[in-house]
């Protein structure tokens, strides 16, 4: 699970394998971003997911959001072995232009 | 494809110095973000403008200023770097709006302070 200080989570797997990332987050929002950075890069949005909707698909990934225990969740089906990056978390600071990110997640997906 | 450029990639300095990075994005967005993360791949927010206006300032030392001359660029400038100040810096841009959610990221600038 991630979120503020807490350090960078690490999961280790063999491509195929499914996976799922938790982050919990501290103040209400109505979306929760998930994004990927690879690296060398910048982070890329994967999936956004809104508080009137509990899980939304986009090919090998869902996502779910539960705002009662203010909880979201990543999966990846059939991991590959370019799945390997961090995956953050996003929420909605505070005043809208704020965008807030979890502490992230390193995924490491061996062929 | 990358439409939020950075420069430089990397820079290295001594304790000190002045540095000043570059961002540009080609989106048409309205809001530009600063973000510095540590070599724990924490993210924090440092700063945010919208339409060449300051809306978020974090606690961050006086020492980094923002910089903006229109909607499409952010520069950052620190003015005396510390070892602490290592890091790689984000900038990102989003469009302007309620639904208008995803951030677009450059690919950072390394920092090394020796």
Not at chain 2, 54 to 75: G, Y
Request: proline content about 3%.
């Amino acid at each position: 699970s991630q979120w503020g200080e807490e350090n960078l989570q690490a999961l280790s797997i063999q491509e195929g394998e499914d996976v799922t990332m938790n982050c919990s987050y501290k103040t209400y929002t109505t979306v929760v971003q998930w994004y990927r950075q690879k690296s060398g890069k910048g982070p890329a949005q994967l999936i956004l997911i809104r508080s009137n909707e509990r899980e939304k698909r986009s090919g090998r990934l869902r996502a779910t959001l539960d705002t009662s225990s203010q909880s979201s969740s990543l999966s990846i089906t059939g991991t590959l072995a370019t799945d390997t990056a961090v995956y953050f978390c996003a929420t909605r600071g505070t005043g809208g232009y704020k965008v807030v990110f979890g502490s992230g997640t390193r995924l490491l997906v061996s062929p | 494809e990358t439409a939020v450029f950075q420069t430089p990639n990397y820079h290295v300095t001594q304790v000190g110095n002045e540095v000043s990075f570059n961002c540009k994005q080609t989106l048409g967005h309205d809001t530009m973000y600063w973000y510095k993360q540590d070599s724990k791949k924490l993210l924090k927010i440092m700063f945010s403008y919208n339409n060449k206006q300051l809306i978020v300032n974090e606690t961050v030392p006086r020492r980094f200023s923002p910089q903006s001359s229109d909607k499409a660029h952010l520069n950052l400038r620190i003015k005396s770097v510390e070892p602490e100040d290592s890091a790689v810096y984000l900038c990102a841009s989003r469009h302007r709006g309620v639904s208008a959610e995803t951030l677009y990221f450059g690919s950072g600038t390394r920092l090394t302070v020796l």
